[in-house]
């Protein structure tokens, strides 16, 4: 494989890169025309559990923009089917039992639950003879305390009442209810490497509703047994938080290879905290919206921070949001390479 195909993998390694390497979490999905014709005639669902679907629309933007990664489409909640729960969206994403009690608890399944999720590993094994090592492709999953707060909420959540309640009430079933999640979320990355993800990362997209004792009491041990279970992989882990910077040292000591970090911190101040560890992000997405001198001068400032250490991956402190211009994302990885070429 050319040593410009492996950018991603070395620098989640920490190893010396000849530019680099740029992906943008949710760099598949609404902002692309391509994505927007399937979605008039496909639900989420059907994407994410269609293999050949969930292979095209994990191509689209690798076809589109000088990206150095896919990463696969799915949706984050798909576990909790497996699980036993049933999921709609409507349009966000709806959990119709949700889970709220002993008995609730009780009745979820373990690891064997993500044996039901072979539409995904089937869309990694098309996705990966589809690439043909033009990129690596990176896998994913929610992390415990996402998807254990949408199932206790029912959905998304401005305060996480419920949750925080359970964990406060009920540390008790908080930590079972997190042990069968924490399985199922082991077991479905590990199935996807084995069909084929040559990194994966953990979403947690939640998690900067927490207090950092709450993270350190009830979050941290359950995503350091999966990031670690998945170490035992070999491929490089990707752990991302948002709004984890008020506890940043606690976030990346759960484990992962890389660190992914949001906005809401600079890049420098990251590095600084968290020593040698590789790193990933964080352009604001709202600057893509910017023209391209201001564009530019953004994605410069974040390579900057940087200072051409190794161990950096470049991406957004969130996911591409709808309506960005396609333009200025292609502009802001062309301009990553450009401005961090070695």
Request: aromatic fraction near 8%.
């Amino acid at each position: 494989m050319p040593s410009e195909t492996r950018r991603f993998l070395r620098a989640c390694r920490g190893l010396p890169v000849d530019a680099t390497p740029v992906w943008f979490m949710r760099q598949a999905g609404r902002y692309m025309a391509e994505y927007r014709a399937l979605r008039r005639s496909h639900s989420i669902l059907a994407l994410a559990k269609t293999p050949a679907l969930a292979c095209e629309v994990t191509l689209q933007p690798v076809r589109a923009l000088p990206v150095d990664a896919a990463i696969l489409f799915a949706d984050i909640l798909l576990p909790v089917e497996p699980m036993g729960l049933r999921l709609r969206f409507s349009p966000g994403p709806e959990i119709l039992d949700p889970v709220r009690t002993e008995r609730d608890v009780a009745r979820l399944p373990g690891a064997e639950a993500a044996d039901g999720l072979g539409c995904v590993y089937e869309a990694v094994r098309l996705i990966r003879r589809e690439l043909a090592g033009k990129v690596p492709l990176i896998g994913f999953a929610g992390a415990p305390f996402t998807i254990a707060s949408y199932m206790v909420e029912g959905g998304p959540s401005k305060n996480y009442e419920r949750v925080k309640a359970l964990m406060t009430d009920r540390p008790d079933l908080w930590d079972r209810l997190m042990r069968k999640v924490r399985a199922v979320t082991a077991a479905y990355l590990k199935a996807q490497v084995a069909a084929g993800a040559e990194a994966v990362q953990l979403f947690d997209s939640w998690v900067g509703a927490l207090s950092p004792e709450q993270y350190r009491r009830g979050v941290r041990p359950h995503s350091a047994w999966v990031l670690a279970e998945v170490a035992k992989t070999g491929v490089p882990t990707v752990s991302f938080g948002t709004g984890t910077a008020g506890f940043l040292e606690d976030f990346a000591a759960a484990g992962g290879d890389v660190i992914g970090v949001d906005w809401r911190i600079d890049l420098d101040a990251a590095r600084r905290r968290l020593g040698k560890r590789p790193v990933q992000g964080n352009l604001d997405p709202v600057l893509l919206f910017s023209g391209r001198k201001a564009l530019k001068k953004a994605v410069k400032n974040v390579l900057d921070r940087n200072g051409k250490r190794n161990g950096h991956v470049f991406n957004l402190g969130h996911g591409i949001l709808p309506g960005t211009p396609v333009a200025r994302v292609r502009e802001a990885a062309a301009w990553v390479h450009e401005l961090s070429a070695r």
